[in-house]
């Protein structure tokens, strides 16, 4: 980029290439940060002021808080908590972990950096992001024939970067699948709070498991989740945790000392995850406040993702499957073969060449879905080109991407379409 | 320990075994956490109440911090940190890294984690807890004739469990060595501001490196601080930070890769790290205030630990070095034979019988030095014994332990002195 402001066609950059709420303008739960606040300052608990400034629930949450901590203090060390997965199951090279295409590259990076091998399989972009058991079950035997021992696979519910949201019924069929195998299910279940669809719940994949019958003893399931996303969107936070069920006390034991090794999670994060697990409650007195602005949140982003799959799907060449769920559209272009070639000639992919167009023109940042290794596919005569694009910029500032959005893409499919 | 309130002979347990500050009563510094509290509800700093509550030095530090952050807003995700060097390192079994005995056993997990081996080098007990060259260049000679390749050495100055301080002679002495052998230097400086003494002051590795004539070309440096201790002492809040010289761009730009991949630090550590590095000024209104909280802690500490170790060395058999910095005393104990006896019968080395006798009997909680593998000294025809205080409790607890602690070492010696 040039370093001289004002010499690009626009005002500001809008980040869609990050799910990273607040710094798009999403506000955080009142309750949480008044909570956080006075644990930070617990001197405030006892000035008369405070009462004009912060709600009674929070007070008294804060109060309850810090009486249950060591020193009566949220800078001490606090118990060590379960912060790893890859770690524990990984031996070595010949150890493979399921993971989908479109992938999140964490689970790729983190796979690499624990000297394990990534098995991948694909979404089935016709059928809305969906998982076909059959797919899964291809890449497993293919990876065994490779001398690989499979011992685990990630699912990701809902969606990321795909924003889909398994049915239940493609739930079960998973639930039977892995445990069948043999496999440790891996649930990324951090999207749970973002559903948008009326025709589609969230179901977490341990209560799938238990609805079939299948205790501890039958299926391992590790379910992640975090105060990043949701509602809250405190991604700076750094708070979470992943439940493990079905593991033996020696593993259990392993986990804990390894976890150990880098002391406690952030006491903030803590605070945070600890609200959103026991957040207010009817009777309470915020508890109208806090269901308001949950609800607003997710009304505002299910609006939101509507108007964004329609205004991809509108374009011509592209197509953008229903955002259920998650904070991401995933559209594919159909780019000109003109385009594809030019990208070439700069050494580009396709979607990477499109979004830095994009970018160059509006100022809005998308990822390329190569970057998710899309096009990678491995059963896929060719590549298919995607671009990621969060739904988190403010609906009016969305309202005022989609016609520069729209105004780019007809330039851009008219400056490749006809040349050769 | 028995699960019935009351049926021991102390009122409370003295939490000696960790370095924690605020779980024993410190108390935080009132400019970080005014500072912090505003940034995690920056709605107060529109209102006129906060004036009442909060010191103006704090609104503003608040108000700028709020206003560089992405969406204003201290829950976004921030730029990604530096936090690793094991990983670095180590590529092999093969790699060894030096560090020093009595060990912080952190090193050895991380080491060990990642695949490496690590070199031991002995610290000298009757030389202060001083480092000599002469042994550690034993230990690389020794480890290289083994087939490892040593990539670098881990100094901890202060020294943690040993409290000493590393005289300027002695720092340039390793700094000579690390140059000449290839070593990179993990300069573990968290206890910077944590000196007691009158005749010794911290310097940074780096500076001692600069002094000497040597630059980025000449040799790498690692230095590590963070805001857990210190007069911060904010453990529970994970902030702190290494700062590289001496790498190339293309290990800079590993080193960020690897860093990404578990995006940015929690806010609440980057804000009081940011805190800490720039903190109030000569001429800011909270400047006198802070300097005296931070004073305050400092003398507290040096009087505890004077009057630890001066206890600790009065007790029969046993000798305590002086506690220079850091925030541990290391006291050796002489055993009677009996007690050792006593102790291998029931399967534990004689330091862990001594320190679950104390506990049992008084409360207080400390570590034995076999949990820092002091035992191990390679050059040591027998084992030696410790155990491992913190200076960390009030100065009213301290004076309230001393009499506990003299009065069971007296029955434990009287037990065992005479037993065959």
């Excluded at 150990?260 to 026991?278: F, H, K, R």
Aim: glycine share 8%.
């Amino acid at each position: 980029m040039e370093k001289s402001p004002g010499s690009r066609p626009f005002p500001e950059i809008t980040y869609c290439n990050l799910g990273n709420p607040q710094a798009l303008g999403q506000r955080p739960i009142t309750f949480f940060r008044e909570v956080l606040s006075l644990c930070d300052n617990p001197a405030l608990l006892h000035r008369d002021e405070t009462r004009m400034l912060f709600s009674p629930c929070a007070i008294n949450r804060a109060r309850k808080i810090i009486e249950s901590m060591p020193g009566r203090n949220s800078g001490a060390y606090t118990n060590s908590q379960i912060n790893l997965s890859m770690q524990i199951l990984i031996r070595s090279q010949e150890d493979g972990i399921l993971c989908p295409l479109p992938e999140y590259p964490l689970y790729s990076a983190s796979i690499i950096l624990h000297g394990g091998t990534m098995v991948p399989y694909n979404l089935s972009e016709d059928g809305d992001w969906g998982l076909e058991i059959f797919e899964v079950k291809r890449c497993l035997e293919e990876a065994r024939i490779a001398g690989l021992t499979v011992r685990a696979m990630v699912i990701i519910n809902p969606g990321n970067p795909t924003g889909q949201v398994l049915s239940i019924t493609n739930q079960e069929e998973i639930v039977e699948f892995c445990r069948k195998e043999g496999l440790v299910m891996l649930a990324d279940e951090v999207y749970q709070d973002n559903v948008y669809v009326e025709d589609k719940k969230f179901h977490s994949f341990k209560k799938v498991a238990r609805s079939l019958g299948y205790d501890e003893n039958d299926i391992s399931i590790v379910s992640f989740h975090s105060v990043s996303m949701g509602f809250s969107g405190e991604c700076g936070r750094r708070g979470g945790y992943m439940e493990i069920c079905g593991f033996g006390d020696d593993v259990m034991g392993e986990i804990r000392k390894v976890a150990s090794v880098t002391l406690c999670p952030n006491t903030s994060g803590q605070i945070l995850t600890s609200l959103a697990m026991d957040p207010p409650k009817l009777g309470d007195g915020c508890f109208e406040d806090f269901m308001a602005e949950k609800e607003d949140i997710r009304l505002s982003l299910a609006k939101r993702a509507k108007t964004l799959a329609s205004a991809f799907s509108s374009l011509e060449g592209m197509t953008c499957n229903k955002v259920e769920g998650a904070i991401y559209a995933f559209p594919r272009i159909h780019l000109p073969a003109a385009a594809i070639k030019a990208a070439k000639a700069e050494g580009m992919s396709p979607d990477m060449f499109y979004a830095c167009r994009l970018l160059n023109a509006t100022g809005i940042a998308v990822v390329p879905g190569s970057g998710f290794h899309q096009v990678s596919g491995r059963n896929k005569a060719t590549g298919t080109w995607h671009i990621r694009c969060t739904i988190l910029p403010g609906e009016d500032k969305i309202k005022a991407m989609i016609p520069r959005l729209k105004e780019f893409h007809e330039s851009f499919m008219n400056e490749f379409r006809n040349r050769s």
